[in-house]
């Protein structure tokens, strides 16, 4: 018997990277897992490798910048217990001196409007329960801001710890907690968006898929009188404070 079981947790981003990870987390621990994402093929092989690891898992494709589109999958989904509102992306020029309009519009689309759109439709039903758990991974570049990163990520990003902040203001009373997790680098495919990517040796000292989906399924499985408000985790090379290579030699 898992610690999760008889909850529903609805993740977003959830057909790769630390999406995925948490997805099989949390569904090795009980929980009924519901897979969102824009590559259909990426969340269909997710359910399969649930399923075949004895788990109970569907997959609703959507676009998270899409309001009524994440309100219709809200709906068939139907009680959400746990929110996990992971989707984000970045562009590769960043500095405000290369960034443009659009790549700013991108950026706030999917990171901060995509991670409001299911939060706000799943606290109607969490009020109405008078429990529910949201999820919602930020980042270092939330607390910290660097060049490496650039304007569009750490602006949304930081939002996105407002809004945790927030959801527990209000809705705590309701018995709604939301935890912002804030990892440093992670060996995901978003370093592919970077202007230079990382070295193989270098991604491989970051933190890993199964660093944070453990730190997910660690969040979920606390009993629900406990609000983790913030977590801030990082490889212990970290290079935010020991300097990026790729930085250095541009």
């Not at 990517?197 to 944070?212: F, K, Y």
Request: net charge negative; proline share 4%; glycine share 12%.
């Amino acid at each position: 018997m898992g610690r999760l079981n008889g909850q529903r947790a609805w993740i977003t981003g959830g057909g790769t990277g630390t999406g995925a990870g948490a997805a099989r987390a949390l569904a090795a621990s009980g929980a009924e897992i519901i897979l969102s994402g824009r590559r259909t093929d990426a969340l269909q092989q997710m359910v399969e490798s649930i399923e075949a690891e004895g788990g109970v898992a569907r997959a609703e494709p959507l676009d998270v910048s899409d309001a009524t589109a994440v309100a219709e999958v809200a709906a068939r989904i139907g009680t959400v217990n746990i929110l996990v509102a992971n989707a984000g992306l970045n562009v590769p020029d960043r500095g405000l001196d290369v960034l443009q309009v659009e790549g700013w519009q991108k950026v706030v689309n999917v990171n901060l409007n995509g991670t409001f759109h299911p939060v706000h439709a799943v606290l109607p039903g969490m009020r109405a329960a008078g429990s529910g758990l949201i999820i919602l991974i930020s980042s270092w570049a939330g607390r910290y801001v660097g060049t490496l990163t650039g304007a569009a990520y750490n602006a949304t990003k930081r939002a996105v710890l407002a809004l945790n902040e927030t959801i527990n203001l209000e809705e705590g009373g309701n018995g709604i907690r939301a935890t912002a997790i804030l990892p440093g680098e992670v060996a995901t495919d978003i370093l592919k968006s970077r202007p230079k990517p990382p070295s193989q040796a270098d991604i491989s000292r970051m933190l890993q898929i199964e660093d944070l989906a453990e730190t997910v399924r660690f969040v979920a499985e606390m009993p629900p009188h406990v609000c983790l408000n913030e977590i801030v985790i990082s490889p212990t090379w970290n290079r935010f404070y020991r300097g990026f290579n790729e930085i250095d030699a541009s």
